[in-house]
C-alpha cells in the first residue's frame, strides 16, 4: 500500500521564520504535489513536480518554494512566514495519471 | 472556467439512513472524475475513479454515477454508519495539462 509520510502533524512558528515542511513517499511516484487546505476554499495547489528536480507553480506559489533532490522526497519552503500562511498543508502523490495519494496533513499555525 | 461545484455544503443524517452528494463540473475536456473521503485530521483517501465511458462504480457501501452528458456526478451512501463522518470531495481532471480541480466537499455528520 501506498504510503505517503509527512514529517509532523502539527507545526507553530513565528513570523518571518524560514519553515520546512518533508514529504516522502515510498512508491517511487514520479508525481508530487503540495495543496494547503483552508475551510470554505477546498484544496489549493501551490507547486507540484514531475520529476527530480523538477517544479512547476501551482495556483497560488507566492511565499512558498519547493525542493526536489530525490525522487521520493518533496519539501516545501516558507522562505519568511506570515500569518496568512497558517494552514492545513497537505502532500500527495501519483504514478502518472492514476488517483493521488496523501499524507495525513500538517496543521501549521504561524504566530 | 474549469470549476467543479458540490452541493450540499454540509449534510446530517442519522445513522443507518441513505443520502446522496452531488457534484457537477465545468471541466473541460473532461478526463476521470474522482471522489475522495476525507476523516477529520487526515488526508483525503480516494474512493471511486470514473472515467468518461462509466455510468456507476460501487465500492461498498458507496455507489458514484456519472452522467457525461450533463456533467454531473453522485456519491450515494447506503445504511450511513457513524465511520462514514467526513468531508467527500469531488475531484475532476482536465485532459489538457493535466490539470486536477477540487471541489470544496462535502462535510458529512451521522449521528447516532
Redo the contacts between chains.
Sequence with gaps: DVKVTQSSRYLVKRTGEKVFLECVQDMDHENMFWYRQDPGLGLRLIYFSYDVKMKEKGDIPEGYSVSREKKERFSLILESASTNQTSMYLCASRWSNQPQHFGDGTRLSIL | KNQVEQSPQSLIILEGKNCTLQCNYTVSPF??L?W?KQDT??????LT?MTFSENTKSNGRYTATLDADTKQSSLHITASQLSDSASY?CVV?ANRD?K?I????TRLHILP
Design positions: 478526463s476521470n474522482r475522495y485530521g487526515r488526508g483525503p483517501v480516494s475513479i470531495i481532471s493535466d486536477i477540487f471541489g470544496k466537499g
